[in-house]
């Protein structure tokens, strides 16, 4: 049976919609790089101010933290992260982006929500509001945090590195949710760990270059770097047990700027997914002894340089508060909206929050897709044609998913803020 506390703060969500909608549509329009948020937070920030909030800002660069006292009891925090990604978007949509900015290599770049950070942000505000509207209907104190530069693995630490565990109240509890692939509305989470940890190398390779009718001369870092990408696919299906899980990922190969010249170097930016500390261990070695291996197989006058881009540690949900969130969800929405999901191997920096703060914390997916349009192609056993997170193409349908995703942060924080 649903929480009439939680029945009394969603009664006035349906009249919010329009209001989050639009709302979204701004984010999603004016979209910002990681550590770039200014506008966004101070949207965030303007919206907790009218609802009665003290707010904090500049937390870790941009971040912003609200604080809603409203009597003695927990203390719970509810985090939506703001960056988008240096994509061009392809969705067509009449809100569609077509902002660039600078990357953190100082090149232009175009920006899109395609991870949905922008469904996330009026979600938390929505809920902030919900709350501040209803304050007869619960106990404690509410904490929204909107964090920069989850897509970059640093938005959580920086603010964590900016005092945030001694300027604000240790939460009782710590809550966030993504918005990914899946009949919109569909509430998935799970005990134990949700994402995987994921790191991300730049690896440079050095040569020696030539001209292109000349290779006697050059040492070539392309097709150095081109057999160094084709061995670390042999990381994973030749080294990790099948019962193990791992993804090593090239997204990158950089090398030369014509084609009769051979170059000084070549450039690979890879990603490792992994859901056990011993096995990241034994693909970060391979990663290292391969990279040494092919440079010194084709004489490289230098070893090769690796360095880190970013990393992400595992995700885990604390089995007795995913239980309590599971269960309220299962009290308040139909049974077939609530299921359990198998660890998936994207990544997340919201973990380092409860880890680091030594408080419980849930992570949980809802669905984005038009349920429809993942039936038909459930049907057809198509879904992996529909575009994913980082994808051009991504973007979550409003409706039902801006009043799911509310709705199930107001049910989950309920159940600690009881009145």
């Known amino acids: 049976m649903t929480n009439p506390h939680s029945k009394k703060l969603l009664s006035a969500l349906d009249p919010l919609l329009p209001e989050l909608e639009l709302l979204y549509k701004d984010i999603h329009a004016h979209p910002e790089l990681s550590m770039q948020e200014v506008r966004t937070a101070s949207l965030a920030a303007d919206h907790l101010r009218a609802a009665g909030y003290e707010v904090t800002t500049g937390v870790g660069k941009t971040g912003v933290v609200g604080l809603l006292r409203n009597g003695a009891g927990p203390t719970l925090m509810l985090r939506a992260d703001m960056d988008a990604l240096p994509v061009k978007e392809a969705t067509g949509l009449p809100y569609a982006s077509d902002a660039t900015a600078t990357d953190r290599d100082g090149k232009t770049a175009p920006v899109m929500h395609a991870c949905g950070h922008d469904m996330h942000v009026a979600w938390l ?174 004489g490289a006058p230098r070893k090769p340089e690796i360095s880190v881009l970013d990393h992400y540690a595992l995700v885990r949900n604390d089995p007795h508060a995913a239980k309590r969130v599971a269960e309220a969800f299962r009290r308040h929405f139909p049974a077939e909206l609530v299921q359990e999901t198998q660890p998936t191997t994207a990544s997340e920096d919201f973990g380092c929050f409860g880890s680091e703060w030594h408080a419980p914390s849930v992570f949980w997916f809802v669905g984005g897709t038009d349920p429809d349009v993942f039936s038909k192609a459930k049907a057809a056993g198509k879904t992996g044609e529909i575009p994913t997170n980082h994808n051009p193409g991504f973007a979550p349908v409003i409706h039902p998913t801006l009043k799911a995703g509310v709705e199930a942060m107001v049910v989950a924080a309920q159940d600690w803020l009881s009145a």
């Open 125 to 298: 505000v929505g809920a902030a509001m919900l709350f501040a509207r209803t304050r007869d209907a619960w106990r404690g104190t509410l904490m929204p945090v909107f964090q920069p530069a989850e897509e970059t693995g640093e938005g959580a630490r920086a603010m964590i590195g900016d005092g945030m565990f001694s300027r604000f109240p240790k939460p009782d509890a710590i809550l966030a949710q993504h918005v990914m692939v899946g009949p919109a509305g569909l509430l998935s989470s799970r005990a134990g760990v949700i994402t995987s940890a994921g790191d991300s190398l730049l690896i440079r390779m050095f040569g020696r270059g030539a001209h292109g009718s000349m290779p006697q001369a050059a040492i070539d870092p392309v097709v150095m770097a081109a057999a160094t990408v084709l061995r670390l696919q042999t990381i994973v299906s030749r080294e990790i047990a099948a019962t193990d899980a791992a993804v090593v990922t090239v997204g990158s190969l950089q090398a030369g700027t014509k084609e009769n010249v051979i170059p000084d170097e070549a450039i690979i930016k890879l990603n490792v997914r992994t859901f056990d500390e011993t096995i990241r261990a034994r693909v970060m070695a391979a990663i290292e002894r391969i990279v040494n291996a092919e440079a010194e197989a084709s």
